[in-house]
T-cell receptor
Framework: NAGVTQTPKFRILKIGQSMTLQCTQDMNHNYMYWYRQDPGMGLKLIYYSVGAGITDKGEVPNGYNVSRSTTEDFPLRLELAAPSQTSVYFC??????????????FGQGTRLTVV | AQSVAQPEDQVNVAEGNPLTVKCTYS??????LFWYVQYPNRGLQFLLK??????LVKGSYGFEAEFNKSQTSFHLKKPSALVSDSALYFC??????????FGAGTRLFVKA
């Protein structure tokens, strides 16, 4: 059981480039999330999804886009990379019976540097 | 505004001593409270949660947390620390919906 898998683990982008961070989960969870983690700032929610075809903005969505065509996959797209997007990105999922009181399962993270 | 505070950036304890990692929350309504642990170069792992009922919650790896409504706190505790407990700990809260609020994290260092 792989849980939540993110790729790539590391990436260096030049300003203005674009990329997609991949996330897939094999637990049949309806809810999926993208967070960014900055030093001393905790985690900030970028986007979330409550099921295939349904996505919504979190606290810090600017500069990002998401899609959810299947239950398993929730890719995060950066269209025009900026230095402010240098961060560690985490994908997470939680079960359909949950919501507020259900813990999340996290991927190992993607460390992104924009230069 | 709703928030979760972890007042200590770092906690240092000696192996075998009890440890406490502090968390206070400011949310409207009844909070659901969580503790997660993050080891180097890994994602967050769930430790325990408080939903309702007993104020003392037991979780993974011998950790427990005490919910105190009057003090709006949810401190993480362990009776006897291990070197392997050294990691980054996050407190989190959710009062409904899908927007979990995380604290800034507390780095626990356990010295042998």
């Amino acid at each position: 059981n792989a849980g939540v898998t993110q790729t790539p683990k590391f990436r260096i982008l030049k300003i203005g480039q674009s990329m997609t961070l991949q996330c897939t989960q094999d637990m049949n969870h309806n809810y999926m999330y993208w967070y960014r983690q900055d030093p001393g700032m905790g985690l900030k929610l970028i986007y979330y999804s409550v099921g295939a075809g349904i996505t919504d903005k979190g606290e810090v969505p600017n500069g990002y886009n998401v899609s959810r065509s299947t239950t398993e996959d929730f890719p995060l797209r950066l269209e025009l990379a900026a230095p402010s997007q240098t961060s560690v990105y985490f994908c997470a999922s939680s079960s359909h019976t949950g919501g507020s009181n259900t813990e999340a399962f996290f991927g190992q993270g993607t460390r992104l540097t924009v230069v | 505004a709703q928030s979760v505070a972890q007042p200590e950036d770092q906690v240092n304890v000696a192996e075998g001593n009890p440890l406490t990692v502090k968390c206070t929350y400011s949310v409207s309504g009844n909070p659901y409270l969580f503790w997660y642990v993050q080891y180097p170069n890994r994602g967050l792992q769930f430790l325990l949660k408080y939903i309702t009922g007993d104020n003392l919650v037991k979780g993974s790896y011998g950790f427990e947390a005490e919910f105190n409504k009057s003090q709006t706190s949810f401190h993480l505790k362990k009776p006897s620390a291990l070197v392997s407990d050294s990691a980054l700990y996050f407190c989190a809260s959710n009062t409904g919906g899908f927007k979990t609020i995380f604290g800034a994290g507390t780095r626990l260092f356990v010295k042998a």
